[in-house]
């Protein structure tokens, strides 16, 4: 059973780009959960989506910042007009149910802006 | 809102010795689960153990124990025999199960360093 997948691992941008990353959840999930680990720091909630919708976005940035969780397809968090407090790793996390015991993590996309 | 602290922001273990790392919390949640998650140079983050709040009984697995301290809001982890495998940090996270949206709140880490 492949667990969360996602993707790229590593993605470089400079000022300005856009930044696209993609969350596969195991399968079977329909929850996903975004977090953002900054340098030497714990991780941050960012966004919580279920097929189609978002429950929870009190962690994301104001602006730039989006999510999506379509009914086909990963979860995409995308990031406009990167700056470099931007760079980061950030995580995907899914789970069965709202109220699971467990929400299991993806590798990590680490994003470098330059 | 919940909050999570941890207080060590690094620890030394010889090997085979026994290391406690520290975690407190504070939380409006009725009902919770705490974790603890172990995150290696590879990044991936592993589930260590968890706690489900409305059980007394400390959770335990293999070398890996907490000391649950409901009322005041403690949640240390005990890591006994430690192996140069457990060196990595470990985060201590809490999630509330009574405001419908289940997100962890970590705390700030602790770097675990284990001495041959």
């Known amino acids: 059973n492949a667990g969360v997948m996602q993707n790229p691992r590593h993605l470089v941008r400079r000022r300005g780009q856009e930044a696209r990353l993609r969350c596969s959840p195991m399968k079977g999930h329909s929850h996903v959960y975004w977090y953002r680990q900054l340098p030497e720091e714990g991780l941050k909630f960012m966004v919580y989506?279920?097929?189609?919708?978002?429950?929870?976005e009190s962690g994301m940035p104001k602006e730039r910042f989006s999510a999506e969780f379509p009914k086909e397809g990963p979860s995409i968090l995308r990031i406009q007009q990167v700056v470099r407090g931007d760079s980061a790793a950030y995580f995907c996390?899914?789970?069965?149910?709202?109220?699971?015991?467990?929400?299991?993590f993806g590798p990590g996309t680490r994003l470098t802006v330059t | 809102a919940q909050t999570v602290t941890q207080s060590q922001p690094e620890m030394s273990v010889q090997e085979a010795e026994t290391v406690t790392l520290s975690c407190t919390y504070d939380?409006?949640?009725?009902?919770?689960?705490l974790f603890w998650y172990k995150q290696p140079p590879s990044r991936q983050m592993i589930l260590v153990i968890r706690?489900?709040?409305?059980?007394?009984q400390n959770a335990t697995e293999n070398r890996f124990s907490v000391n649950f301290q409901k009322a005041a809001k403690s949640f240390s982890l005990k890591i006994s025999d430690s192996q140069l495998g457990d060196a990595a940090m470990y985060f201590c996270a809490h999630q509330g199960t009574t405001s419908g949206t289940y997100k962890y709140i970590f705390g700030t880490g602790t770097r675990l360093k284990v001495l041959a």
């Open positions: 706690q489900e709040a409305y059980k007394q």
């Open positions: 939380t409006s949640e009725s009902d919770y689960y």
């Open positions: 989506l279920q097929k189609e919708n978002i429950i929870d």
């Open positions: 996390a899914s789970s069965a149910t709202g109220a699971s015991l467990e929400q299991y």
